[in-house]
């Protein structure tokens, strides 16, 4: 595995002038923000070694290396699923290979169902925590020494300090944002209302199918963390309609405004 994480990053550094120093992971409907990066260099998944191939409607499947805000960037457009047929470790690869980049922190942005009952579709969710519901982890398997221990502690896993700082930006950019726990199952149907209504007992807000691997991959890696979901429905049985990935796209489009405005900020500021 060290050798694949090696190999990705020397061919990505062979293809980039200047080193990243933030990461941003783009969900479903989202991956419009890299298009506002100045002085792109763009390289799809496809031609990085090692590298797995985004299948999934809204995700471009590319890297987009440049500077937003006078930062530079390196912007996922488009991630990877367990869903999908991947190995666990294969959805988290992109984690280890930004870290030995050297980038240390990272935003990560889902579309997520609201289980919360108080949210609404089209609302944002600063993420304070989550339940691995997956069954899986991606660190099960020899550790990899030279990214971190082979226990890390996850009790700060979404920083508090960029969550403080995030909270500060959302009130004074007039951006409502909720604070909330998300869980994550496998997919790729969606859950059932009894499957909600358990993960709201348990304390989640939203759920979804991502995001968890990566932020585990990230502590591990020693990565600073924050976590942003885009409430695009509502989760099974709190609504009488059918859910489906239209609407969810759908939303995202109708957010995109405020959540890039959102983002810029953050990463002006981190």
């Known amino acids: 595995m060290n050798k694949k994480i090696s190999e990705a990053k020397i061919y990505i550094e062979n293809n980039i002038v200047e080193k990243p120093e933030i990461g941003l992971i783009l969900g479903s409907g989202l991956g419009v923000l890299g298009d506002r990066a ?20 809204g995700h471009k499947g590319r890297f987009i290396f440049g500077e937003i805000s006078g930062r530079k960037v390196a912007i996922m457009q488009g991630r990877f699923h367990y869903y999908e047929g991947y190995d666990m470790k294969e959805t988290v690869f992109p984690i280890w290979v930004m870290r030995l980049l050297g980038i240390e922190k990272l935003i990560v942005t889902n579309a997520a169902g609201g289980i919360n009952t108080d949210y609404k579709p089209g609302e944002l969710m ?8 997956m069954g899986k982890n991606p660190l099960i398997g ?18 508090s300090r960029l969550r403080d700082l995030i909270k500060s930006i959302s009130y004074k950019l007039n951006i409502p944002i909720r604070e909330g726990v998300y869980a994550s199952m496998t997919g790729p149907a969606y859950e059932t209302p009894a499957e909600i209504k358990m993960l709201r007992i348990m304390g989640a807000d939203a759920v979804g199918m991502s995001t968890v691997p990566e932020v585990i991959a990230a502590n591990h890696a020693g990565m600073e963390v924050a976590g942003i979901s885009c409430i695009t429905n509502m989760a099974a049985g709190v609504l009488d309609k059918p859910l489906s990935h239209e609407e969810v796209i759908k939303t995202a489009d109708e957010v995109k405004d405020k959540f890039i405005k959102l983002v810029i900020s953050i990463i002006n500021e981190i």
């Open 38 to 57: 100045e002085n792109q260099k763009i390289i799809d998944y496809a031609n990085i070694p090692n590298f797995p191939i985004s299948t999934i409607e």
């Open 142 to 159: 020899p550790n990899l020494s030279s990214m971190g221990t082979r226990f890390p502690d996850m009790s700060n896993a979404y920083s």
């Open 126 to 133: 600063l993420i304070k925590d989550h339940i691995n519901f």
